[in-house]
């Protein structure tokens, strides 16, 4: 009941008990371990958050990758561009795996959600440095938490008060501020 009612759809459960019972499936028992929140806090230090976004300048659609350090809450720009296939989108994580400094930090699971453009490719990237995707569940946006409220704090607090005249403006913006920002999003 709880999945169908994320989607949209009531149904008592009565409904769910006599369908289940008619198919001879047993009664759900409450899953053992952490829920999702729980795991997140207790693994903090170990995750990471990515995600695309796109934002509409002057010149058409430009779209920004950025990684999201759970634990130090520290953002890192992967890259903005106006060709956002999976072959680019891997490329800009390369740039995260080859930085030294961040290969001292012990990061085991990258939490990402399911856009097309990241692709198998991007996932061996990842597993090169021993990091794990962890996938999002479909149309569950508090699954990744920081990353969605960070792009909603940049739209908010950046982008609906600059008129964006092309891709090159944001990434000199993001040279002059360095590639990381610090502080909670």
Same mark, same amino acid.
């Given at each position: 009941?709880?999945?169908?009612?994320? /989607?949209?759809?009531?149904?008592?459960? @009565?409904?769910?008990?006599?369908?289940?019972?008619? +198919?001879?499936?047993? !009664? #759900?028992?409450?899953?053992?371990?952490?829920?999702?929140?729980?795991?997140?806090?207790?693994?903090?230090?170990?995750?990471? $958050?990515?995600?695309?976004?796109?934002?509409? %300048?002057? *010149?058409?659609?430009?779209?920004?990758?950025?990684?999201?350090?759970?634990?130090?809450?520290?953002?890192?720009?992967?890259?903005?561009?106006?060709?956002?296939?999976?072959?680019?989108? @891997?490329?800009?994580?390369?740039? /995260?795996?080859?930085? !030294?400094?961040? =290969?001292?930090?012990?990061?085991?699971?990258?939490? $990402?959600?399911?856009?097309?453009?990241? @692709? =198998?490719?991007?996932?061996?990237? /990842?597993?090169?440095?021993?990091?794990?995707?962890?996938?999002? !569940?479909?149309?569950?946006?508090?699954? *990744? #938490?920081?990353?969605?409220?960070?792009?909603?704090?940049?739209?908010?607090?950046?982008?609906? +008060?600059?008129?964006?005249?092309? #891709?090159?403006?944001?990434?000199?913006?993001? =040279? $002059?501020? $360095?590639?990381?920002?610090?502080? %909670?999003?």
């Amino acid at each position: 009941m709880g999945e169908l009612r994320k /989607l949209g759809v009531t149904v008592s459960v @009565t409904s769910v008990r006599n369908v289940c019972r008619r +198919h001879g499936l047993p !009664p #759900a028992w409450p899953r053992e371990g952490p829920n999702w929140s729980e795991f997140l806090r207790s693994q903090g230090a170990e995750h990471a $958050g990515h995600r695309l976004f796109h934002i509409d %300048a002057v *010149n058409g659609r430009d779209c920004i990758l950025f990684v999201i350090d759970i634990e130090r809450r520290v953002v890192h720009l992967l890259g903005v561009t106006t060709n956002s296939n999976g072959q680019r989108v @891997t490329q800009m994580v390369r740039s /995260l795996v080859c930085d !030294p400094e961040e =290969a001292k930090r012990a990061i085991r699971f990258q939490i $990402g959600d399911r856009d097309t453009k990241v @692709t =198998a490719a991007f996932d061996e990237v /990842l597993r090169s440095a021993h990091i794990q995707t962890v996938r999002t !569940p479909v149309r569950a946006p508090r699954a *990744n #938490a920081f990353a969605e409220r960070w792009v909603e704090t940049v739209r908010a607090e950046c982008l609906d +008060h600059l008129l964006i005249s092309c #891709a090159s403006r944001i990434s000199a913006g993001r =040279a $002059g501020a $360095g590639s990381s920002g610090s502080g %909670a999003p």
